[in-house]
């Protein structure tokens, strides 16, 4: 409830202190994405957040479907924005520039480059506070894609190891006395 209370007051300050009254996160489907905008709808309400899938290639549709069903029970608006075609655009790019196919890692962090810059263009146009879903535990190991994931101006739940992440999520659906946070986030592997 301390770190509950703690992130949800300072998104509220630092976004009137910088005169944000909107923000907007990437919703992959997954834990971190799901803590930090049900944290974001607590401290800016529901009216002022957009969230965003990119599906792509590599994306799941249960990622899809995991987004929607969160926006749903928190009352955010939730974009689609594919990227298929703009990942495959890149690929095609690099292989005719440089003669080999873009594969493997850097395949895998192109797409969070560009999920990352999408969502900076989507701040951008519209004066959103872009936030960031990065935990302590992937910061700390290096899990996360320097220009991608790693964009924005305030990473809620950077301060907070993966445990405690599942465990604030766990704490909000048990203070709503409702699944806010679908299990089926909680629970994914």
Do not use: W
Not at 5 to 27: E, K, P
Not at 113 to 130: A, F
């Amino acid at each position: 409830e301390f770190y509950r209370r703690q992130i949800v007051l300072g998104l509220r300050d630092y976004a009137r202190r910088c005169g944000f009254r909107q923000a907007v996160l990437g919703s992959s489907g997954g834990i971190d994405s799901a803590l930090t905008l049900a944290l974001a709808v607590e401290a800016l309400g529901a009216e002022n957040v957009i969230a965003i899938t990119m599906p792509s290639r590599f994306y799941s549709s249960g990622s899809v479907t995991d987004s929607e069903v969160l926006c749903r029970n928190l009352g955010v608006k939730l974009y689609e924005h594919p990227i298929r075609e703009i990942v495959a655009r890149f690929e095609s790019g690099f292989a005719d520039a440089f003669g080999n196919p873009l594969q493997g890692l850097a395949l895998e962090n192109l797409q969070a480059r560009v999920r990352g810059t999408l969502l900076m263009e989507y701040s951008n146009s519209y004066g959103h506070l872009l936030l960031t879903t990065g935990n302590k535990s992937e910061i700390s190991v290096g899990y996360c894609t320097l220009y991608g994931d790693t964009n924005g101006g305030l990473g809620l739940i950077g301060d907070l190891y993966k445990t405690e992440v599942f465990a604030l999520s766990r704490h909000i659906n048990t203070c709503a006395a409702r699944e806010l946070i679908p299990t089926a986030i909680i629970d994914k592997e």
